[in-house]
């Protein structure tokens, strides 16, 4: 491996180097007990690895806001402690049960690649994805629940519906979590569902009580 | 799951409009090509979730250029086609073969609250991680090795070394993907280790001429 | 001094920027109006520096309805036009005699720091406070007689009640006033306790004919 | 005092009972941690107690994020450890010596009441204010040191550049606490000074190199 890791590339350490002469030196302060005293983020935030998908910057958040974990297509799977290793549900263990965070937030997005890519393996355009050797398939395999509530909906709407029928799916997966329906019930913890829009910006809800993505 | 989804926090909501209103309008004709023409981020960035790694603010990184995976301790685990559901593997493997990303960047950071438990785990002090049922025990197990590298060193060097080797660790499981490996040596990528110190800002990149992670 | 005053953290700069685009522009007309023609606040509210006590949020107010004086522990000494500088006195003549408010609100808090360390101060336990060069401790001189209503009740019970026995002496140091007490005999101003539960959002305010504070 | 004391407006009722149904349930989790764990604030502001000058809205601060001390001109006494009670020099300690604040924020406004005042008073335009009776004007000869220093001025400037004054001065009172200015010197807390124009919602920060307030 060694002979493959190269210097960062120059253009980012000279943003680095501006961002510690400007950023850091005006927040110093503030750093430095972040550092001392630890992280006590209000909420945890799950987006997508997208990079399109700038998540502190939408919601103006700094250092020690936001736990962030970014999967693709911002999917949580099902409760299952059979030990191996999932790093997602060990991302909303940790938030739960070590951060008590209080509100937890699932972010879709539109132009979600990961999203386009379940619906065409779930349509049979994607016969690589549902190779077994596929990361991205086996992935995306937690999406299909989600596909099935979509499926008779007018195919050129089928998309985008996915995209946010899959933040509902991971909704009800969190639910699964003993965790995270205890802090929810016991009041200690909220459940938000949000898709954001690239080209207009847009920020829509979930709600509940009409089933649908409300414009904020 | 329903009755349990509720509104943004009004507090998000305000700043998102004033985003919306200033950020977005600045930049909605790249937002909007963003939207059109799909993503083409120059680097995948591998991080913690903690809320005080703020990679996008370090390197003054705009929507679109980071493809971002964020989770506990930073870790890539090493190649398994087993057919599970494996979030970092899918994200890496995504960004690797469909966006051809130039530059992996793996990015560890001091007061990990995940390496910190992993180093508890392994010293006997943490049996709670042990259990079959704790996610974030089993997924702090990718970390085991790392730690078997630094044991010998003095004890209270221990967790950042930890830290450290981490990052070595998990950029030695990226030349296990084949397709990683390929893109490696064809020129097409570069993989770069960094570690990030909370407190003073400070920035380190692993130096495999030296072994040691040198200040940029 | 000089060469310590530094730029606004970018945090701030940028939601700044938001507020701007957003919530000023929305109500631009009525700020210019509040700009030429002056403030007409319909209340004074004397509330604790504490961040977590959000007037303006918890009354729904907007710019130009509370005249607000925020001080540790919500407090208001007795009338003693010695010549010195006292802001909270100061604060007050100008409401009442300049700006002529209609309603004088003093609100206290559950968990106040201030009169945490008033009641550590007067059981012997804060020795610190009661040093000479403490401004703090000096402040909190001014809860001791309220203290002296309290200290015969339940150990569990005095710090709650001292911070509501603080509202009522603070009440009563308000009618010590003479141009307090003139506008209140005259109708023309109304005085009110509250007194409000951090964790439960609660509100009481002070009932002078039961001698209780009860939930609004 | 007791027959003075009447229940809460109940406009001001039918608004707390809608922010706690709404704002406070959404944020019923966070607030309650708030309450449990203790204030963290990032920033001390202090702001002039003006109904006009709305600072958590401004900056898109929620609960938690500001320790706010408001008193008439946003002043700050020179250090003064006489035993008698001050309450902005009770404040600024707790600030910096309990809740170890990262960033200490005077904020100045247009059309200030109290500036207006300090003016009048120094032109002999207020004699009222000289009584030694008035709370107003003792208060406000802190502010005589700053008139000083605009009084050379063209008429029609000095008031706005006696509200930027006052903010200079109470940056240098600041450091003149023994406290604010190890904390500065330490590196553990910056100062910061501005100005708001209510009518054009504008925002300026003192610039120490060039002596200027400058549009943020």
């Avoid at 997508?48 to 949580?76: P, Y």
């Avoid at 393996?121 to 990361?135: D, V």
Wanted: net charge negative; hydrophobic share 35%.
């Amino acid at each position: 491996m060694k002979e493959h890791v190269r210097p960062l590339p120059s253009y980012l350490v000279s943003r680095y180097h501006g961002w510690k002469a400007t950023t850091y030196t005006e927040n110093r302060a503030w750093y430095r007990r972040l550092a001392d005293e630890g992280q006590r983020p209000r909420a945890m935030i799950i987006a997508c690895c997208d990079s399109r998908v700038h998540v502190t910057s939408i919601f103006g958040a700094d250092s020690g806001e936001f736990f962030s974990h970014r999967n693709i297509a911002n999917l949580v799977p099902p409760y299952n402690p059979d030990g191996d290793h999932h790093g997602t549900s060990a991302a909303v263990e940790y938030a739960v049960t070590s951060l008590k965070v209080a509100h937890m937030i699932v972010l879709g997005h539109s132009q979600c690649g990961g999203v386009h890519g379940c619906h065409a393996m779930c349509t049979g355009h994607a016969p690589e994805l549902e190779e077994k050797t596929s990361f991205v398939g086996a992935w995306l395999n937690l999406l299909r629940p989600a596909y099935e509530e979509v499926k008779e909906l007018p195919e050129e709407t089928q998309i985008e519906a996915l995209e946010k029928q899959g933040v509902i799916t991971s909704l009800e997966n969190l639910m699964t979590f003993p965790f995270v329906k205890a802090a929810i019930e016991s009041g200690n913890m909220t459940l938000h569902g949000l898709w954001h829009e690239i080209g207009s910006g847009g920020l829509e809800q979930y709600n509940p009580e009409t089933g649908a993505f409300e414009q904020i």
